[in-house]
């Protein structure tokens, strides 16, 4: 599924390839999709800090959307992913209490018009592949137990605890890809009289993988049949709101849900994620049809996990000096537009084109901020939709939820969805957009308006 780039990370190769020294917090998707972007585009000297032990193959479904795959297939990567990715030709939107379909957005025309189907798979296949491709590159160091503690802004240096030990590392940059409970971003805030605080949306989410092993052995054809579907499946209603779809080769069946936040809403600056309750998840969804109830009820007990739906306030700026924010550490999103690791896919190309066209280590800050100038307003954007989205998706009044199922039933024609994710206009926006050639093309005018 390799096409022909329209354009190239980097137009030529970068003057300061050999000798710009570049740091990178966090070896998650947006930490290992950035060091890839920047040894393809011909940078040799890239080091990834991470505070785990290992590299860790954890996490559940995660959707590999056109946008994100345009650039995995510039780094090259995209063939593995799509053997491990499942193509989704399409999506029902379901009533929540009688299954009836609402709406059911067709996903075929995804590959005619942006190149790329619309893929989901697990999130830990992702991350093996762009952690191969790092270590093949040869420039890629990976330093695991590496945890960042405190930035010097100035001095472009960071201390890094490893076990007893701590050390200041000196870089010529550092690309801080956190997460959403970045030491990085709380360190930028703080150096402005900011504090930093995470926005708490009233949101909790389930996670859960059922194995093909435990639906066989259900005895139930209805739900192998959607293990064996190309089709993710949305349920909502009541304030809450379930989708599903297949991942691992069709092996494992990937359940991820939205609900009004109560386990955690005593801390809401405290835990983000938890085991959790089989019993309460049933309660949570105990009115949803006799389908969902069969699908919940074949979750283990050691399944179950909880997350805390948080997200963070637009900030002022991602980028101090020569330290740049990416990804959830500066853009956390709600996940009902499925962007999230996209758009942090997109910063790490980003930050490799901007790059690559520094000519001396002087105007590494420039090029930030042209980087900043770029992604900050879409990558904000999609945090806005997602949210909206979420809205639509959850809501409980029944005069609303009328009036939306109206709307979902008039989407075929329409072609506009309450369900963002399936709305054409929202997808041209998001899959139609180009991120490498908008920095080729708007390179000059930002340049100069950073003087």
């Known amino acids: 599924m390799t096409r022909a780039k329209t354009a190239q990370i980097a137009q030529q190769q970068p003057a300061l390839g050999d000798s710009l020294r570049i740091a990178i917090v966090g070896a998650g998707i947006a930490g290992l999709s950035t060091a890839l972007a920047l040894a393809r585009t011909g940078f040799t000297h890239i080091d990834v800090f991470e505070a785990a032990s290992s590299f860790g193959e954890i996490g559940a479904g995660i959707q590999v959307a056109p946008n994100m795959s345009a650039i995995l297939d510039r780094l090259g990567v995209l063939d593995k992913v799509v053997k491990d990715s499942v193509a989704l030709d399409g999506m029902q939107i379901r009533r929540c209490s009688t299954n009836e379909v609402l709406a ?5 025309h995804l590959r005619d018009t942006y190149t790329y189907p619309q893929m989901v798979c697990h999130r830990a296949d992702l991350s093996k592949t762009l952690f191969d491709a790092c270590i093949s590159t040869g420039v890629i160091r990976i330093h695991f137990s590496s945890r960042l503690t405190d930035l010097d802004f100035e001095n472009t240096r960071f201390c890094v605890t490893q076990g007893e030990e701590t050390r200041w590392v000196e870089v010529d940059v550092v690309l801080a890809a956190d997460g959403v409970k970045s030491i990085a971003r709380a360190r930028m805030l703080a150096a402005t009289g900011q504090v930093d605080d995470a926005e708490d949306t009233g949101q909790a989410a389930y996670r859960v993988m059922l194995t093909r092993e435990q639906i066989v052995a259900s005895g139930d054809k209805e739900l192998l049949d959607l293990l064996d579907s190309q089709i993710a499946q949305r349920w909502t209603g009541h304030g809450r709101m379930i989708i599903a779809y297949p991942i691992a080769h069709h092996n494992i069946y990937n359940i991820s849900t939205a609900h009004p936040d109560t386990h955690f809403a005593r801390a809401p600056t405290g835990a983000w994620t938890t085991y959790g309750s089989r019993a309460a998840m049933l309660g949570t969804y105990v009115s949803y049809c006799d389908t969902v ?23 002022d700026g991602w980028v101090r000096e020569r330290v740049a924010l990416l990804g959830d550490a500066c853009h956390p999103t709600l996940p009902h537009l499925a962007q999230g690791a996209a758009q942090a896919v997109e910063d790490g190309a980003v930050l490799a084109a901007v790059l690559a066209k520094v000519g001396c280590k002087e105007d590494v800050g420039r090029a930030l901020r042209v980087y900043e100038a770029l992604r900050k307003e879409r990558a904000e954007w999609v945090v806005d939709a997602a949210a909206h989205s979420g809205k639509q998706l959850l809501l409980s009044d029944e005069a609303a939820l009328e009036a939306r199922d109206q709307l979902f ?14 709305d054409k206009e929202v997808q041209q926006r998001i899959y139609g957009h180009d991120c490498i050639e908008e920095v080729h093309t708007k390179w000059d005018e930002l340049w100069a308006a950073t003087l």
């Open 293 to 315: 109830q069969r699908l919940l009820a074949l979750v283990r007990r050691d399944q179950v996990c909880e997350w805390k739906l948080r997200v963070h306030a637009p900030l």
């Open 104 to 108: 059911s957005p067709s996903f075929l």
């Open 409 to 422: 039933a008039n989407s075929h024609e329409s072609g506009r969805n309450p369900d963002q994710y399936a």
